[in-house]
Nanobody, 127 residues
Framework: QVQLAESGGGLVQAGGSLRLSCAASGRTFSRYVMGWFRQAPGKERDFVAAISRSGGSTSYADSVKGRFTISRDNAKNTVYLQMSSLKPEDTANYYC????????????????????WGQGTQVTVSS
């Protein structure tokens, strides 16, 4: 089992940047594919980005490609989401998640494929 804790959210103007972090407990972090999801009020939880166990493979939602970058540091049990050129429509609660699904460089994209979740961190982008 792994416990996840997000940090780094906040209020930022459109065009600005934020870096989210997600710290994981335990010694088996490198066994999990990690993902970031977001949920705006009244909407479903959507996939944002995911990264393979080694960090060698990543996947992004079309809406964030070229603006967001996911990375991980297995020595620090941490996954990051660097967000740039933020837009008001990026406003949401951002969650990191871990899954033991995924083979090789394939990373799951559905929330239902993830087994462990953090509590979320709010990102608000003002226009």
């Amino acid at each position: 089992q792994v416990q996840l804790a997000e940090s780094g959210g906040g209020l930022v103007q459109a065009g600005g940047s934020l870096r989210l972090s997600c710290a994981a407990s335990g010694r088996t972090f490198s066994r999990y594919v990690m993902g970031w999801f977001r949920q705006a009020p009244g909407k479903e939880r959507d996939f944002v980005a995911a990264i393979s166990r080694s960090g060698g493979s990543t996947s992004y939602a079309d809406s964030v490609k070229g603006r967001f970058t996911i990375s991980r540091d297995n020595a620090k049990n941490t996954v990051y989401l660097q967000m740039s050129s933020l837009k008001p429509e990026d406003t949401a609660n951002y969650y990191c998640a871990a899954t033991y699904y995924g083979l090789g460089n394939l990373v799951p994209l559905r929330p239902s494929d993830y087994h462990y979740w953090g509590q979320g961190t709010q990102v608000t982008v003002s226009s």
